[in-house]
Protein backbone atom coordinates (compact mmCIF):
# COMPACT_ATOMS: atom_id res chain seq x y z
CA UNK A 1 0.00 0.00 0.00
CA UNK A 2 1.30 3.11 -0.72
CA UNK A 3 -0.38 6.68 -0.03
CA UNK A 4 -0.20 9.86 -1.68
CA UNK A 5 0.13 12.93 -0.44
CA UNK A 6 -3.32 14.28 -1.75
CA UNK A 7 -3.91 18.00 -2.07
CA UNK A 8 -7.08 17.78 -3.49
CA UNK A 9 -10.19 21.04 -3.20
CA UNK A 10 -12.71 18.01 -2.35
CA UNK A 11 -13.64 15.64 -1.52
CA UNK A 12 -10.03 15.49 0.04
CA UNK A 13 -7.95 13.67 2.49
CA UNK A 14 -8.98 11.91 5.03
CA UNK A 15 -6.97 11.16 8.37
CA UNK A 16 -5.45 8.23 8.13
CA UNK A 17 -5.84 6.73 11.43
CA UNK A 18 -9.62 7.52 10.43
CA UNK A 19 -9.75 5.23 7.68
CA UNK A 20 -8.38 2.63 9.43
CA UNK A 21 -10.83 2.69 12.17
CA UNK A 22 -13.57 2.80 9.52
CA UNK A 23 -11.73 -0.61 7.73
CA UNK A 24 -11.14 -2.13 11.44
CA UNK A 25 -15.01 -1.83 11.85
CA UNK A 26 -16.37 -2.77 8.20
CA UNK A 27 -17.40 -6.12 8.67
CA UNK A 28 -18.53 -6.28 11.78
CA UNK A 29 -19.39 -2.62 13.84
CA UNK A 30 -18.99 -2.63 18.00
CA UNK A 31 -20.48 -6.27 17.86
CA UNK A 32 -23.26 -5.82 15.67
CA UNK A 33 -22.15 -7.78 13.11
CA UNK A 34 -22.92 -6.25 10.02
CA UNK A 35 -21.50 -2.69 8.57
CA UNK A 36 -22.64 0.85 9.52
CA UNK A 37 -23.52 0.89 5.58
CA UNK A 38 -25.89 -1.80 6.35
CA UNK A 39 -27.77 -1.28 9.73
CA UNK A 40 -31.51 0.06 9.87
CA UNK A 41 -31.54 3.94 10.92
CA UNK A 42 -34.10 3.62 13.23
CA UNK A 43 -32.34 0.34 15.02
CA UNK A 44 -30.61 1.04 19.00
CA UNK A 45 -26.90 0.72 17.68
CA UNK A 46 -27.36 3.88 14.93
CA UNK A 47 -29.63 5.82 16.94
CA UNK A 48 -26.39 6.04 19.49
CA UNK A 49 -24.05 6.53 16.93
CA UNK A 50 -25.45 9.28 15.79
CA UNK A 51 -26.85 11.05 18.84
CA UNK A 52 -22.76 10.64 20.67
CA UNK A 53 -21.71 12.30 16.64
CA UNK A 54 -23.97 15.53 17.40
CA UNK A 55 -22.72 15.53 21.16
CA UNK A 56 -18.92 15.48 20.01
CA UNK A 57 -19.87 17.80 17.59
CA UNK A 58 -21.82 19.95 20.09
CA UNK A 59 -18.30 19.69 22.23
CA UNK A 60 -16.06 20.13 20.02
CA UNK A 61 -17.11 23.61 18.40
CA UNK A 62 -19.18 24.71 21.69
CA UNK A 63 -22.45 24.65 20.19
CA UNK A 64 -24.94 26.28 22.48
CA UNK A 65 -28.16 24.50 23.37
CA UNK A 66 -30.09 27.45 21.50
CA UNK A 67 -28.44 25.89 18.21
CA UNK A 68 -29.74 22.75 16.49
CA UNK A 69 -27.18 20.79 14.30
CA UNK A 70 -28.53 18.61 11.74
CA UNK A 71 -26.99 16.10 9.03
CA UNK A 72 -28.37 17.14 5.81
CA UNK A 73 -28.21 15.29 2.03
CA UNK A 74 -28.06 17.51 -1.22
CA UNK A 75 -24.65 19.42 -0.53
CA UNK A 76 -24.04 22.49 0.00
CA UNK A 77 -25.69 23.39 -3.14
CA UNK A 78 -28.98 22.68 -1.53
CA UNK A 79 -28.82 24.70 1.17
CA UNK A 80 -27.83 28.01 -1.18
CA UNK A 81 -32.53 27.62 -2.23
CA UNK A 82 -32.94 26.26 1.69
CA UNK A 83 -31.40 29.29 3.29
CA UNK A 84 -33.54 31.73 1.12
CA UNK A 85 -36.41 29.31 1.34
CA UNK A 86 -36.53 29.15 5.06
CA UNK A 87 -34.84 32.86 6.18
CA UNK A 88 -36.29 35.30 4.04
CA UNK A 89 -39.25 36.45 6.28
CA UNK A 90 -38.89 40.06 4.60
CA UNK A 91 -38.17 38.57 1.15
CA UNK A 92 -35.20 40.64 0.92
CA UNK A 93 -31.35 39.47 1.99
CA UNK A 94 -27.58 40.71 1.21
CA UNK A 95 -25.32 38.78 0.08
CA UNK A 96 -21.14 39.44 -0.29
CA UNK A 97 -19.68 38.09 -3.51
CA UNK A 98 -16.45 36.76 -2.79
CA UNK A 99 -16.24 33.71 -5.53
CA UNK A 100 -18.13 31.41 -7.79
CA UNK A 101 -19.84 29.57 -3.95
CA UNK A 102 -21.07 33.17 -3.30
CA UNK A 103 -22.29 34.09 -6.51
CA UNK A 104 -24.44 30.90 -7.10
CA UNK A 105 -25.87 31.30 -3.70
CA UNK A 106 -26.78 34.96 -4.29
CA UNK A 107 -28.39 33.76 -7.84
CA UNK A 108 -30.10 31.03 -5.81
CA UNK A 109 -31.16 33.14 -3.75
CA UNK A 110 -32.79 35.75 -6.36
CA UNK A 111 -35.34 32.81 -7.22
CA UNK A 112 -37.00 33.45 -3.61
CA UNK A 113 -36.63 36.93 -3.43
CA UNK A 114 -34.67 40.56 -3.59
CA UNK A 115 -31.32 38.94 -2.95
CA UNK A 116 -28.61 42.60 -3.03
CA UNK A 117 -24.78 41.93 -3.54
CA UNK A 118 -23.93 44.37 -1.02
CA UNK A 119 -19.89 44.21 -1.79
CA UNK A 120 -18.20 42.09 -4.52
CA UNK A 121 -14.18 41.21 -5.53
CA UNK A 122 -15.49 40.30 -8.97
CA UNK A 123 -13.56 43.49 -10.01
CA UNK A 124 -9.75 41.20 -9.59
CA UNK A 125 -11.15 37.98 -10.04
CA UNK A 126 -12.02 37.62 -6.12
CA UNK A 127 -8.52 37.75 -5.50
CA UNK A 128 -9.23 39.75 -1.89
CA UNK A 129 -12.11 39.68 0.30
CA UNK A 130 -13.93 43.36 0.89
CA UNK A 131 -13.75 45.94 2.98
CA UNK A 132 -17.27 44.95 5.28
CA UNK A 133 -16.60 47.06 8.04
CA UNK A 134 -19.46 49.55 6.85
CA UNK A 135 -21.92 48.18 4.41
CA UNK A 136 -24.79 49.75 2.58
CA UNK A 137 -27.22 46.88 4.04
CA UNK A 138 -31.12 46.86 3.59
CA UNK A 139 -32.83 47.70 6.78
CA UNK A 140 -35.41 44.77 6.45
CA UNK A 141 -32.10 42.29 4.96
CA UNK A 142 -33.52 39.00 6.55
CA UNK A 143 -29.86 38.19 6.64
CA UNK A 144 -26.36 39.21 5.55
CA UNK A 145 -24.85 36.20 3.51
CA UNK A 146 -21.36 35.35 3.08
CA UNK A 147 -19.10 32.14 1.77
CA UNK A 148 -16.49 32.47 4.50
CA UNK A 149 -13.59 30.62 3.42
CA UNK A 150 -12.98 30.68 -0.73
CA UNK A 151 -12.52 27.26 -2.02
CA UNK A 152 -11.43 28.05 -5.55
CA UNK A 153 -9.77 31.52 -4.92
CA UNK A 154 -7.77 30.95 -1.50
CA UNK A 155 -9.28 33.59 0.55
CA UNK A 156 -10.67 33.42 4.11
CA UNK A 157 -12.48 35.83 6.10
CA UNK A 158 -10.51 36.90 8.85
CA UNK A 159 -12.90 38.67 10.24
CA UNK A 160 -16.45 38.79 9.63
CA UNK A 161 -18.51 41.72 8.32
CA UNK A 162 -20.43 43.99 10.01
CA UNK A 163 -23.78 42.91 9.66
CA UNK A 164 -25.11 46.03 11.39
CA UNK A 165 -27.30 43.99 13.24
CA UNK A 166 -28.69 41.36 10.93
CA UNK A 167 -28.19 37.73 10.69
CA UNK A 168 -25.48 36.37 9.62
CA UNK A 169 -25.30 33.04 7.45
CA UNK A 170 -22.44 31.20 6.40
CA UNK A 171 -20.97 29.15 3.84
CA UNK A 172 -17.94 27.00 6.00
CA UNK A 173 -17.45 24.16 3.72
CA UNK A 174 -14.31 24.92 3.45
CA UNK A 175 -12.94 25.75 6.77
CA UNK A 176 -15.65 24.07 9.21
CA UNK A 177 -13.63 23.05 11.81
CA UNK A 178 -10.29 24.33 10.77
CA UNK A 179 -10.60 26.64 13.58
CA UNK A 180 -12.42 27.80 16.54
CA UNK A 181 -16.00 29.37 15.70
CA UNK A 182 -18.02 31.71 18.14
CA UNK A 183 -21.27 30.05 16.97
CA UNK A 184 -23.48 33.08 18.29
CA UNK A 185 -21.86 35.18 16.20
CA UNK A 186 -24.00 33.31 13.57
CA UNK A 187 -27.39 32.51 12.95
CA UNK A 188 -26.97 29.63 10.22
CA UNK A 189 -23.48 27.91 9.19
CA UNK A 190 -23.44 25.05 6.80
CA UNK A 191 -21.11 22.60 5.42
CA UNK A 192 -20.66 19.94 2.79
CA UNK A 193 -18.38 17.98 4.59
CA UNK A 194 -16.11 16.24 1.78
CA UNK A 195 -13.93 19.30 2.37
CA UNK A 196 -12.40 19.61 5.87
CA UNK A 197 -14.87 17.07 7.28
CA UNK A 198 -15.90 14.11 5.81
CA UNK A 199 -16.65 11.93 2.51
CA UNK A 200 -19.52 13.71 0.31
CA UNK A 201 -23.38 12.92 0.60
CA UNK A 202 -23.87 14.69 4.10
CA UNK A 203 -24.10 18.38 4.79
CA UNK A 204 -24.07 19.84 8.50
CA UNK A 205 -26.09 22.83 9.25
CA UNK A 206 -25.85 24.74 12.69
CA UNK A 207 -29.21 26.70 13.28
CA UNK A 208 -30.02 29.02 16.14
CA UNK A 209 -33.63 27.39 16.77
CA UNK A 210 -35.96 30.70 16.86
CA UNK A 211 -35.15 30.67 12.96
CA UNK A 212 -36.56 27.14 12.79
CA UNK A 213 -40.12 28.20 10.95
CA UNK A 214 -43.07 26.69 11.31
CA UNK A 215 -44.92 29.29 9.43
CA UNK A 216 -43.65 28.80 5.77
CA UNK A 217 -45.49 28.55 2.55
CA UNK A 218 -47.28 25.26 1.49
CA UNK A 219 -45.20 25.23 -1.76
CA UNK A 220 -41.79 24.67 0.23
CA UNK A 221 -41.02 21.39 -0.49
CA UNK A 222 -40.93 18.91 2.95
CA UNK A 223 -37.58 18.15 2.45
CA UNK A 224 -35.92 21.66 2.23
CA UNK A 225 -37.93 22.66 5.57
CA UNK A 226 -35.19 22.99 8.54
CA UNK A 227 -37.71 21.67 10.61
CA UNK A 228 -39.10 18.85 9.05
CA UNK A 229 -35.04 17.62 9.84
CA UNK A 230 -35.03 19.91 13.29
CA UNK A 231 -38.25 17.96 14.72
CA UNK A 232 -36.89 14.10 13.53
CA UNK A 233 -32.78 14.67 14.59
CA UNK A 234 -32.11 14.19 11.32
CA UNK A 235 -34.03 11.31 10.47
CA UNK A 236 -37.39 12.22 9.01
CA UNK A 237 -35.88 10.07 6.31
CA UNK A 238 -32.94 7.74 5.98
CA UNK A 239 -29.94 9.93 6.59
CA UNK A 240 -26.58 9.63 4.65
CA UNK A 241 -25.38 7.08 7.75
CA UNK A 242 -22.50 6.15 6.31
CA UNK A 243 -21.39 9.23 5.78
CA UNK A 244 -22.26 10.70 9.73
CA UNK A 245 -20.55 7.69 10.79
CA UNK A 246 -17.06 9.14 8.96
CA UNK A 247 -17.87 12.21 10.05
CA UNK A 248 -17.92 11.28 14.00
CA UNK A 249 -15.01 9.64 13.44
CA UNK A 250 -13.55 12.74 12.26
CA UNK A 251 -14.99 14.70 15.57
CA UNK A 252 -13.52 12.01 17.54
CA UNK A 253 -9.90 12.62 16.08
CA UNK A 254 -10.29 16.03 16.25
CA UNK A 255 -11.34 15.80 20.00
CA UNK A 256 -8.35 13.24 20.55
CA UNK A 257 -5.85 15.61 18.78
CA UNK A 258 -6.46 18.79 21.05
CA UNK A 259 -9.30 20.04 19.57
CA UNK A 260 -9.68 23.52 17.18
CA UNK A 261 -7.54 26.04 18.80
CA UNK A 262 -4.94 22.92 18.57
CA UNK A 263 -6.28 22.37 15.10
CA UNK A 264 -5.80 25.80 14.01
CA UNK A 265 -2.22 26.61 15.33
CA UNK A 266 -1.14 23.16 12.92
CA UNK A 267 -3.57 25.09 10.35
CA UNK A 268 -1.50 28.33 10.44
CA UNK A 269 2.19 26.78 10.85
CA UNK A 270 1.46 24.54 7.58
CA UNK A 271 0.14 27.65 5.77
CA UNK A 272 2.67 29.86 6.99
CA UNK A 273 5.76 27.57 5.97
CA UNK A 274 3.88 27.32 2.36
CA UNK A 275 3.25 31.07 1.91
CA UNK A 276 6.68 31.77 3.15
CA UNK A 277 8.25 29.53 0.83
CA UNK A 278 5.82 30.89 -2.03
CA UNK A 279 6.67 35.05 -1.19
CA UNK A 280 10.48 33.63 -1.87
CA UNK A 281 10.23 31.88 -4.49
CA UNK A 282 11.30 33.36 -7.97
CA UNK A 283 9.08 30.83 -10.27
CA UNK A 284 6.00 30.46 -8.52
CA UNK A 285 3.48 33.00 -7.48
CA UNK A 286 0.35 33.47 -5.44
CA UNK A 287 -2.39 34.72 -6.45
CA UNK A 288 -4.34 36.46 -3.72
CA UNK A 289 -3.85 39.35 -1.68
CA UNK A 290 -1.07 37.76 1.12
CA UNK A 291 -3.56 39.39 3.78
CA UNK A 292 -6.80 38.01 2.86
CA UNK A 293 -4.95 34.46 2.58
CA UNK A 294 -6.84 31.31 2.88
CA UNK A 295 -5.44 28.25 5.35
CA UNK A 296 -6.70 25.53 3.98
CA UNK A 297 -6.69 26.67 -0.13
CA UNK A 298 -3.35 27.92 -1.57
CA UNK A 299 -3.69 28.63 -5.78
CA UNK A 300 -0.49 29.66 -7.01
CA UNK A 301 0.77 29.93 -11.06
CA UNK A 302 4.29 30.16 -12.54
CA UNK A 303 2.86 33.05 -14.95
CA UNK A 304 3.48 30.71 -17.88
CA UNK A 305 0.51 27.47 -18.71
CA UNK A 306 2.93 25.25 -20.18
CA UNK A 307 4.99 25.11 -17.16
CA UNK A 308 2.40 24.75 -14.89
CA UNK A 309 1.14 21.86 -16.59
CA UNK A 310 4.75 20.58 -16.57
CA UNK A 311 4.97 21.08 -13.06
CA UNK A 312 1.28 19.37 -12.02
CA UNK A 313 2.53 16.06 -14.03
CA UNK A 314 5.71 15.60 -12.46
CA UNK A 315 4.14 16.29 -8.71
CA UNK A 316 1.70 13.95 -9.60
CA UNK A 317 4.94 11.06 -10.81
CA UNK A 318 6.20 12.29 -7.50
CA UNK A 319 3.13 11.45 -5.76
CA UNK A 320 2.12 14.58 -4.71
CA UNK A 321 -1.45 14.69 -6.65
CA UNK A 322 -4.00 16.82 -7.27
CA UNK A 323 -2.70 20.48 -7.51
CA UNK A 324 -3.91 21.15 -10.89
CA UNK A 325 -5.95 24.79 -10.07
CA UNK A 326 -9.72 25.46 -10.86
CA UNK A 327 -10.36 25.93 -14.80
CA UNK A 328 -11.27 29.75 -13.94
CA UNK A 329 -7.97 30.57 -11.92
CA UNK A 330 -5.66 28.35 -13.82
CA UNK A 331 -1.94 27.36 -12.06
CA UNK A 332 -1.92 25.24 -9.17
CA UNK A 333 -3.88 24.91 -5.71
CA UNK A 334 -2.93 23.08 -2.65
CA UNK A 335 -5.50 22.31 -0.51
CA UNK A 336 -4.60 21.43 2.95
CA UNK A 337 -7.14 20.82 5.32
CA UNK A 338 -7.34 19.41 8.32
CA UNK A 339 -6.04 15.91 7.69
CA UNK A 340 -2.67 16.76 5.77
CA UNK A 341 -0.11 16.41 7.66
CA UNK A 342 2.61 18.92 7.95
CA UNK A 343 5.46 16.25 5.94
CA UNK A 344 2.60 16.92 3.17
CA UNK A 345 3.50 20.44 2.85
CA UNK A 346 7.13 20.13 3.45
CA UNK A 347 7.37 17.56 0.87
CA UNK A 348 5.57 19.53 -1.97
CA UNK A 349 7.75 22.88 -0.70
CA UNK A 350 11.10 20.80 -1.28
CA UNK A 351 9.53 19.17 -5.20
CA UNK A 352 8.72 23.56 -5.59
CA UNK A 353 12.01 24.37 -4.99
CA UNK A 354 13.70 21.07 -6.70
CA UNK A 355 11.71 22.23 -9.71
CA UNK A 356 13.01 26.02 -9.64
CA UNK A 357 16.37 24.97 -9.60
CA UNK A 358 16.29 22.05 -12.76
CA UNK A 359 14.16 25.16 -14.68
CA UNK A 360 17.40 27.31 -13.23
CA UNK A 361 14.87 29.88 -12.04
C1 LIG B 1 -17.53 22.73 -2.65
C2 LIG B 1 -18.25 23.91 -2.14
C3 LIG B 1 -19.63 24.07 -2.32
C4 LIG B 1 -20.47 23.08 -3.11
O1 LIG B 1 -20.59 21.92 -2.38
P1 LIG B 1 -21.50 20.71 -2.91
O2 LIG B 1 -21.55 19.83 -1.70
O3 LIG B 1 -20.79 20.10 -4.07
O4 LIG B 1 -22.83 21.24 -3.28
C5 LIG B 1 -20.22 25.19 -1.80
N1 LIG B 1 -19.52 26.10 -1.11
C6 LIG B 1 -18.20 25.98 -0.92
C7 LIG B 1 -17.47 27.02 -0.15
C8 LIG B 1 -17.51 24.88 -1.42
O5 LIG B 1 -16.19 24.76 -1.23
Redesign the pocket.
Known sequence: MSRVYNFS??PAVLPEEVLKTAADEMLDYKGSGMSVMEMSHRGKVYDALIKEAEQDLRELVGIPDDYAVLFLQG????QFAMVPMNLMKNGKAAYIITGQ?AKKAWQEGKKYGDAVAVASSADRTFAYIPDCSDLDIPEDADYVYI?E???IYGTVYHELPNTKGHLLVS?M??CFLSRPIDVTKYGLIFA?A??NVGP?GV?IVIIRKDLIRDDLPESVPTMLKYKTHADAGSMYNTPPCYNIYMCGLVFKWLKKNGGLEAMEKKNQAKAAKFYAYLDSSKMFKGTVDAKDRSLMNAPFVTGNAELDAEFVKKAEAAGLVSLKGHRTVGGMRASIYNAMPEEGVDALIEFMKKFEEEHGA
Open positions: AGGASTWCNNTDSSGQKAT
